[in-house]
């Protein structure tokens, strides 16, 4: 007989399966539904969670033009309340610690506690950038260590630490390209950028001032390299290439693009923020890619989003290695670390085309990278790539008859598995269903949506990325979920239009929200 257990959970319930009545959902595991005031409405005026001495002695006369004339609007609470108000509010939201994130492109797997041990070291997690230098050479250590991880998994000849994300890292390559045409007399103004690429390419390449071109993708969502040979010319700066790019797929043509672009005299930079799929695996310079940022908080487990910042170091080949922001930290013969400081540069690093940011980078990401890396050493990371794309692909496979999946006949895919709400065979989703509907019933199914509406290549994008950190339980989870919302929308379910149910929201006016957003409280008007 199966044993029963004293907390009334059933396996069909799912992880965090709560008993909300009616809920129609395939794990019976629901969305997080909570309802909570503002901490102004909380609040009441007088109380206070500390209590402060009464002062009765008057300030000295230079400072009494200082005291407040009004109180502070601020919500008087005390302690617990203070603490129970938080607490609730992030029950309110969903999280990585709370269940699987499949937003595609994002790379959102755990974050293992072993990284925030060492970050939280006191010699870590206590020093300041204007320390000394004397007193802070093991974070130099640190920081050279990492360079080397990178430039050795890159295969490239330098890295620039400092971008603080991916986006800040494509300016930084793209900075260095200018920086390295300009050093040529050479100044270009175009920047070519394929279909599939990363909205944040194009972007880029805009912020520094390039023209951009487009690029179109091939039927099967990769690069088309007889387009890209065609535009090549003298006024190409370079190209950006997101790689594996956006419809999960990987560019095999890299190689051949790269000895394109080169051969006319431009650089290729490659968008590396996927390189959680192939790290281990393949060595971006040995395609010819001259400038790649990768993002730690994807690849090597940093928080990101609403857990922490980003961190964007930029691998750079030997052609562009002398264009490099300051500052950064350069290994001597014997080993010995240095940092190489806006004052030498002019000995040291003349054609540093200047800084990105006022000190070395996110430094408590530096280091939850590099506990990352070593955990894992070098066999451990080459499993990460090979695990998420098993995991993508297992995706794939599980919803292909479901959901149409545009690229799976070409082959498998990379690290996240891309569906389009085209028709797919079996009458398709029935009328007035889409993307968002799916998207939105797998909030009431205790899941946080994938990436919708990207790449735009194809219709109604629905991109899911697993990561390697989920169980193949936990997949098979999110599969019944996703196979459910697809047979209910196949079914006309009209509920499915209004979902999520079990949210502390329903359905958002999207266009509302991006637009005319209520971003601050304040107080109502009184009747006077
Ligand atoms: C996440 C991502 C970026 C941008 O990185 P940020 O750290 O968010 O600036 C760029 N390209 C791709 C392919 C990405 O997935």
Known sequence: MKASNTSGWRPEMGIGGSAVPGAQTASGDYGLALEEPLIFELGAAGKCGVDFDEQDAEPSPGLARFLRKAPPALPGLTEPETVRHYTRLSRQNYAIDLGPFPLGSCTMKHNPRLNEKVARLPGFADIHPLQPHGTVRGAYETMAQL??????????????????????????????????????????????VPESAHGTNPATAAFAGYRVENIPATADGRVDLGALKARLGPDVAGVMITNPNTCGLLE?????????????????????????????????????????????????????????????PVVLSAALAPFAPLPFVTREAGGKVRLTEEEDA????????GRMCAF??????????????????????????????????????????VLDAPFAASGPCMHEALFSDADFGLGGLAEGFSTLDIAKGLIDEGFHPMTVYFPLVVHG???VEPTETESKAGLDRLIASMRSLAARARAGDEELKSAPHFAPRRRLDETQAARKPVLVWREPEGPD
């Open 252 to 312: 095999r043509e890299m190689k051949a693009i790269s000895d394109a672009v080169h051969a006319a005299g431009g650089y290729v930079y490659c968008d590396g923020a996927n390189f959680n799929a192939i790290v281990g695996k393949v060595r971006p310079g040995d395609l010819g890619v001259d400038a790649m940022h990768i993002n730690l908080h994807k690849t090597f487990s940093t928080p990101h989003g609403g857990g922490g910042p980003g961190s964007g």
């Open 346 to 353: 002019g000995a040291d690093h003349p054609q540093s085309f």
């Open 461 to 463: 994008a629905m991109l």
């Open 147 to 192: 360079a080397d991880w990178l430039t050795a998994l890159t295969g490239m000849a330098a890295v620039a630490l400092t971008p603080k994300a991916g986006a800040h890292g494509e300016l930084c390559g793209l900075l260095c390209i200018r920086a390295a045409q300009e050093a040529k007399g050479d100044a270009r103004q175009v920047v070519l």
């Open 360 to 401: 070395h980078g996110q430094m408590g990401m530096f280091t939850r990278a590099l506990t990352y890396i070593l955990s894992h050493g070098a066999d451990g990371l080459r499993q990460v790539a090979e695990d998420a794309v098993l995991n993508a692909n297992y995706v794939l496979r599980s919803l292909e008859d």
